[in-house]
């Protein structure tokens, strides 16, 4: 197999669109757009077997549960998961850490420590910091040079009070994707919990979390072409059965008596209420989507657009490129030298070039490397040669109207 991103693009309805036929889409690490399968895969569950599962057992109820139980088996694979019981789903990356910091530092001890790093998106340092409130637990983070962690000395902040080190699968600010065979290495002397947050990860490449060795493993669909509104968790079954369960309610339990339950097995036990139906059935459509990609030349291509977008800021004296080239989910972010970066974006805004400015929810990296608001332009497999250059050229125009602007500054202008 091989990969064109130009036929990739066409199953993607959205930009088949009158409106969107000049849009230049760079604002994935956000949100993906949806190829016509999942939103055909929500629309049929719909039209043909919406029913709540688990509670009747009449024809279309029965079908839904399929689906629910065949998306799960889908979900296991693609993570690699032992079994299907290490699958719970939830709403996404933000619900899952909620859960995971719920359950498991309610059974921690006063002065227990929870290791994070200040490349965490704030999903993965809020919940941290409101159970570390309630438990008295103390919240450390990896040693960092400037803002940027250095996994490699991960090791400084690991002591037998260690409990849990929940660390990024992938920056969604700048886009680091650290070398977790590394943080495995270094974690491995310890008796702790590793929970890696793979929002970022699962869009550019093959998920396994057997090979990763983590505990957990935390993903929005939304990233991945799938749905917004689902995700899972993935969990070692001997840690999801130790855990008590977070939410209470309908589905996740056995027997409800007049003071106490007993709760469902795995993995219904974490699935309280009625779960999106319709959402799960988009997930699956998702999996199978990426399931026929040549994922190797999807990256490849992904990667060969990153590094060129990172080439070229990096030689123009007219930016300041924050995010580095190497070991990067296809993330740019960076800050113009004359002007300000919200300026820019409304810029690339009245030109349909789609890019996110601020701080991208990383609030902490933002402020410990001192750069607080940053341009982000994020990459997908169906973006172009096309979608780069007319970027680089709008880039070009801004800097060459600034410059004008200010009068009497050189105008370092070139053609992309
Ligand atoms: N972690 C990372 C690295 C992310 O990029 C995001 C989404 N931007 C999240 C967690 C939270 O994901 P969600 O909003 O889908 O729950």
């Known amino acids: 197999m091989s990969f064109s991103a130009e036929q990739f693009k066409k199953q993607f309805p959205l930009f088949a669109q009158e409106e969107n036929a000049g849009l ?21 569950y719909y039209i043909h077997s919406s029913a709540n ?32 019981k290490e699958i719970i789903f939830c709403r996404g990356a933000t619900e899952a850490l909620n859960l995971l910091a719920h359950c498991l530092c309610s059974e921690l001890q006063p002065g227990d420590e929870i290791v994070i790093s200040t490349a965490e998106h704030h999903a993965n340092i809020v919940p941290w910091q409101m159970m570390a409130k309630r438990h008295n637990l103390i919240l450390r983070y990896v040693p960092h040079s400037a803002g940027i962690p250095q996994f490699d000395r991960l090791g400084e902040v690991l002591n037998d009070r260690t409990r849990v080190v929940s660390l990024t699968g992938g920056s969604n600010s700048i886009g680091l994707r650290p070398d977790l065979s590394l943080i495995r290495k270094l974690l491995r002397p310890w008796q702790l919990i590793w929970i890696v947050d793979g929002a970022q990860l699962a869009a550019h490449e093959e998920i396994d979390v057997q090979k990763i060795g983590c505990d957990f493993f935390v993903c929005s669909a939304h990233k991945f072409y799938g749905p917004s509104g689902i995700g899972f968790l993935y969990g070692r079954e001997t840690l999801l059965e130790s855990m008590p369960p977070w939410h209470g309610g309908g589905e996740m339990i ?24 319709a959402a799960i059935a988009g997930l699956g459509a998702s999996l199978d989507f990426l399931s026929r990609q040549d994922r190797t030349a999807m990256a490849e291509h992904e990667q060969r657009l990153t590094h060129w977008l990172h080439r070229e800021l990096n030689a123009s004296p007219n930016f300041r490129l924050i995010s580095q080239a190497s070991h990067n989910l296809g993330i740019i972010s960076f800050v113009p030298v004359e002007g300000s970066a919200t300026d820019l974006m409304h810029w690339l805004d009245e030109r349909d070039i789609a890019v996110r400015v601020g701080h991208h929810c990383a609030q902490i990296l933002g402020r410990t490397s001192g750069n607080q608001v940053t341009v982000r332009a994020s990459i997908a497999a169906y973006n172009t040669d096309d979608d780069i250059r007319a970027f680089l050229q709008a880039l070009e125009d801004y800097c060459e109207v600034q410059q004008l602007a200010t009068s009497g500054v050189e105008v370092h202008s070139k053609s992309w």
């Open 24 to 44: 230049v889409y760079l604002d994935n690490a956000a949100t993906t757009q949806k190829p016509l399968s999942v939103i055909n895969a929500m629309r049929d």
């Open 254 to 277: 056995a027997e409800v008596e007049f003071q106490q339950s007993h709760y469902a097995e795995l993995p219904h036990k974490f699935e309280a209420g009625t779960s999106p139906l």
């Open 53 to 84: 599962t688990h509670r009747s057992s009449h024809r279309l109820a029965r079908r839904s549960t399929e689906m629910v139980e065949q998306v799960r088996n889908e979900t296991k694979q693609f993570v690699n998961a032992v079994s299907a």
